[in-house]
C-alpha cells in the first residue's frame, strides 16, 4: 500500500543508524510509549471531502477535453492537489489533537507530535501556548536544548515539523 511504502521508506532511513525498534514486550514493567490511532472526524471533514472530488473531477475533464492537458501536467496537478488536501486535513486536525495533548498533560504524560507542515505545527504551538520542538526554525543549540529538557522532563511537549532536517 502506498501508507506502507512510506513507513518501510522512513523506516529504511531512521534504523538502524538513528534508532531502534523496542517491542512493548521488552520494557517489562517500565512505563512504554503510547501510540494511537485517533479516528477523529474534524467539522471540516466533509468539505475537505468535496473539495478534494471537485478537484479531481475538474483535472479528468481537463485531461479530456479538446485540447487535452499533458499527463505531465495532470500528474502535476494531481500532485498538488494531493498536497494541498493533506495539508488542510492537517490543519483540520490540529484543534481536536491539542485537546487530547492537554487531556494527556493533565494526566502528567509527555507528548511529541510530529507535523508534516509548519502551518499545523505553529497552529498547535498557539493552541498549546508551548513553541518547544525540532523544526527548520530552531537552531542545532535550541534542538538539542529541548531535546535534553524534554528528556530530563523539565518540558512535557515537543512539536516538531518532520522536514526538521533529519532531527524530527
Not at 474534524?42 to 499533458?70: G, H, V
Not at 502528567?108 to 523544526?135: P, Q, T, W
Request: glycine letters at 6%; hydrophobic letters at 40%; one cysteine or more.
Amino acid at each position: 500500500s502506498l501508507f506502507g511504502s512510506h513507513l518501510g521508506r522512513i523506516n529504511n532511513i531512521l534504523l538502524p543508524d538513528r534508532g531502534c525498534r523496542v517491542l512493548k514486550s521488552d520494557c517489562g514493567e517500565q512505563p512504554g510509549t503510547s501510540i494511537r490511532l485517533l479516528p477523529l472526524e474534524p467539522p471540516e471533514a466533509e468539505a475537505i471531502r468535496a473539495d478534494y472530488k471537485d478537484a479531481t473531477e475538474q483535472i479528468k475533464r481537463l485531461a479530456t477535453q479538446t485540447e487535452p492537458i499533458s499527463e505531465s501536467t495532470a500528474r502535476f496537478m494531481t500532485a498538488q492537489l494531493n498536497r494541498r488536501t493533506m495539508q488542510s486535513c492537517e490543519l483540520a486536525l490540529v484543534a481536536p489533537v491539542a485537546e487530547l495533548i492537554k487531556a494527556d498533560l493533565e494526566k502528567d504524560y509527555s507528548v511529541v507530535c510530529f507535523f508534516s507542515y509548519d502551518a499545523s505545527r505553529l497552529r498547535m504551538a498557539r493552541l498549546l501556548n508551548r513553541y518547544e520542538g525540532l523544526h527548520g526554525k530552531a537552531s542545532k543549540p535550541q534542538r538539542a536544548m529541548w531535546v535534553r529538557e524534554f528528556q530530563a522532563d523539565r518540558i512535557h511537549v515537543l512539536l516538531n515539523n518532520i522536514g526538521a532536517g533529519g532531527a524530527a
